[in-house]
């Protein structure tokens, strides 16, 4: 039994895979309890979630700029 390649897991983390490969990571994640995909896994969520966070965090980095250059005008 070998290990998903990491690309699956990807798209795992991603929702965007299907059919016999879906079937096979949930088979190796649920069943066989790989340490090193699952590993992977995580690390996969946790850039995926930084990703997201991104667009929000330069929205809330210029409002708070705009509000500190209002501030500082005369
Ligand atoms: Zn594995």
Redo the contacts with the bound molecule.
Sequence with gaps: ????ARHWLARHVAGSLDGGPLEYVRF??AE?K?????A?VDDLERLESETDLEPLLERVGQSTLQFLRSRTRP
Excluded: G
Aim: proline share 8%; net charge negative.
């Design positions: 039994m070998s290990c998903p190796h994640l066989m790989c340490e090193w995909c699952q992977n």
